[in-house]
């Protein structure tokens, strides 16, 4: 037989069963991992027709790996503009039976393409040192380049690391083959280099990313072929996958390469001479406005 003290106690906690089932806190669902992949891909594409015509194809590609310590990341990237010089000439007997015939000469006014990997190292999981490893190659003949192989190592530090602010700096030496449109007995193919970069990356809001990239590189062979490139962008997403970006790109060489300019008599302009040589404008500047997809 159940005694009054037992059966209180029992109708207590069955009591308190709803409470205590009710009162819990249920668990949120666990996340689904990062992958450690990621693709981002630029576009922007202008084209012209009827009286002027010209076309403009810019590209970029990011793809990066990242581990818990280190992270590679390859980028590829074009540009190319083109345009088509309008030729009009009439001939006949006369006025009212003149024929007009139209020409169109197209003309690649600017070309560069580029190839870069990088492997970035830190020296322990939450250690701000870090070491780095890169090879690339560009090519930009309409400032004399053909071709350019680089590679490169050294080690760096991230000095800024937070949710919305990224800045790190590094040190690097390495070697340069150089292959120029126009070689000349002076020419160098091949030479040392000392380089001093800088990455910042900032958020601006809650859809809006400021990033901005300089390169600092010295001529150990010749200290007055110095080299200076600066990348800055804006990009605002519009959704998950899809953002516009505005860039402005400067590249400066304080011994640029040179050109070949073609040399036509002054007594008759169609006579050619050959061609001359002249170097090469110092510094080239890109603004671009570009759709971007990211994977």
Known sequence: MIQPKNLSLCLFVLATLPIAASSEV??????????????????????????SEGKTLGFSNECSYR????????KAGL????????????????LEGATVTETRTWKTTAESYYLNLRNDNRLTRNDRWYWFSGVGWERNRPTGLEDR?????GFGRILVDSPNTRFRTDLGFGFT???????????????????????????????????????????????????????QSLTASLNKSLALKVGYELKYRNRPNLVAVAATSSQDASTPLGEVYI?????????TTSLVATF
Not at 183 to 204: F, H, V
Request: charge should be negative.
């Open 79 to 94: 540009l190319k503009v083109a345009s088509a010089t309008v030729t009009r000439s009439a001939s006949g007997e006369d």
């Open 279 to 287: 170097p090469a404008r110092k510094m080239d500047t890109l603004l």
């Open 149 to 153: 192989f680089a590679g490169s190592g």
């Open 26 to 51: 249920p668990r949120p669902l666990p996340e689904s991992p990062r992958s450690p992949w990621s693709d981002v891909a630029t576009l922007s594409y202008v084209a012209t027709s009827g009286n």
């Open 177 to 231: 083959d150089e292959n120029p449109v126009v070689e000349t007995p002076a020419t160098r193919s091949g030479y040392w280099t000392a380089a001093c970069n800088a990455e910042l990356k900032q958020r601006i809001g809650p859809s809006a990313h400021y990033s901005l990239e300089v390169s600092a590189i010295e001529d150990l062979s010749d200290s007055a072929d110095s080299q200076l490139c600066l990348k």
């Open 67 to 74: 581990w818990s310590k280190s992270a590679v990341v390859f």
